[in-house]
């Protein structure tokens, strides 16, 4: 199949908020989905991306945090965490379905994450550094949980309505 970038939903949408169902084989439509992801998030630009953000709900991640060097394209199904430390770390969070919008996450700094892989291999790893909060935050994507639901009612309510406005105006063609 050959690759295709897909279309990222933007917040709100019902898909953005709905738990994600486990993925129960490796198929050829769960393959050409991970590439998929990993295209349309090196397109984007990403660093992240998960499947209900392309309107798919599976439980299918993908990430390379590498900025300098070469790329680390990681594709992760079903991944869980099973392991978190104490420690905690804040980031400046993002996310390509809340465009543009910005804010300070607190989240375990580290943590240990099983997964399957597209090799159909059970992996698990250590992640620390903004690999720990990426992972955290695309599997939150699973459980239909934003990074803005971490914030302040009236935060997220701010930017909810710019993201209203933003899908408006791009309905509007503007
Ligand atoms: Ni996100």
Not at 103 to 112: F, Q
Not at 114 to 128: K, N, Q, S, V, Y
Not at 143 to 171: H, S
Request: glycine residues 6%; aromatic residues 6%; contains cysteine.
């Amino acid at each position: 199949m050959p690759l295709m970038i897909r279309p990222i939903l933007i917040h709100p949408d019902p898909r953005l908020k709905k738990p994600c169902e486990p993925v129960s084989a490796l198929t050829p439509e769960i393959e050409a989905l991970g590439r998929d992801m990993l295209e349309t998030m090196y397109d984007a630009p990403g660093i992240g991306l998960a499947a209900p953000q392309v309107g798919v709900m599976k439980r299918v991640i993908v990430m390379d945090c590498i900025k300098d060097g070469p790329p680390e394209p990681m594709v992760l199904i079903n991944p869980s965490v099973t392991w978190s430390s104490e420690d905690q770390n804040t980031y400046e969070e993002g996310c390509l379905s809340i465009p543009e919008q910005y804010a300070d996450v607190k989240r375990p700094a580290a943590v240990k994450v099983t997964w399957l892989g597209l090799d159909g291999e059970i992996h698990d790893r250590d992640f620390a550094g903004l690999w720990a909060t990426c992972v955290q935050h695309e599997i939150d994507h699973l459980d239909g949980k934003l990074f803005i639901d971490y914030l302040g009612p009236l935060k997220r309510q701010m930017i909810t309505r710019k993201m209203e406005k933003l899908k408006r105006e791009r309905a509007r063609g503007i």
